[in-house]
T-cell receptor, first 114, second 114 residues
């Protein structure tokens, strides 16, 4: 089955600087890669996702890049703000009808230092 | 208001005493899923369901059962709970999570098995 590794497990960044979180996946057939943000004591929420037919996607200060050859994808947060402090999870899935299993990484705790 | 609800939110039980955690969504979503979240292990998918009467195993299905008799409900059943099932459980629903449709998470159920 799919295996997703996520690094680093913790990350501290000065406010205003950029943060990068990286994930690698094992199944070359995986074609959908979402990122979730979980604030302390709250439920995970989807923040951005990317499909295997594109290499990069941006949404304001957040971007995700995908390298299919190397089987890794990354989350980039620019101009970080205190409200970006949270745990971030990457995930991977093969989108086939009847097989929508999502495999998550182990999470990255991001702390923004004011 | 579109939402995913779980009950109970907190539960303390003893080994071997059958329990059910309910999950309900009001968004007419076809896809529903159960995850457990443990420190250092991230989110792991237990079971998911593509539609009524269609369920499939995730990464950690052992010790759990699910049913999907109607679209809005997806209960998680622990027939004989054990201490290693102590965890934070999330239910989630989506139109189609790997087609870019947001997966909405419930508020979580914190379970302690003594």
């Amino acid at each position: 089955g799919e295996n997703v590794e996520q690094h680093p497990s913790t990350l501290s960044v000065q406010e205003g600087d950029s943060a990068v979180i990286k994930c690698t996946y094992s199944d070359s057939a995986s074609n959908y890669f979402p990122w979730y943000k979980q604030e302390l004591g709250k439920r995970p929420q989807l923040i951005i996702d990317i499909r295997s037919n594109v290499g990069e996607k941006k949404d304001q200060r957040i971007a995700v890049t995908l390298n299919k050859t190397a089987k890794h994808f990354s989350l980039h947060i620019t101009e970080t703000q205190p409200e970006d402090s949270a745990v971030y999870f990457c995930a991977a899935s093969k989108s086939n009808f009847g097989n929508e299993k999502l495999t998550f990484g182990t999470g990255t705790r991001l702390t923004i230092i004011p | 208001e579109a939402q995913v609800t779980q009950n109970p939110r907190y539960l303390i039980t003893v080994t071997g005493k059958k329990l059910t955690v309910t999950c309900s969504q009001n968004m007419n979503h076809e896809y529903m899923s159960w995850y457990r979240q443990d420190p250092g292990l991230g989110l792991r998918q237990i079971y998911y369901s593509m539609n009524v009467e269609v369920t499939d195993k995730g990464d950690v299905p052992e010790g759990y059962k699910v049913s999907r008799k109607e679209k809005r409900n997806f209960p998680l059943i622990l027939e004989s709970p054990s201490p290693n099932q102590t965890s934070l459980y999330f239910c989630a629903s989506s139109l189609n999570p790997t087609a870019g449709e947001t997966q909405y998470f419930g508020p979580g159920t914190r379970l302690l098995v003594l």
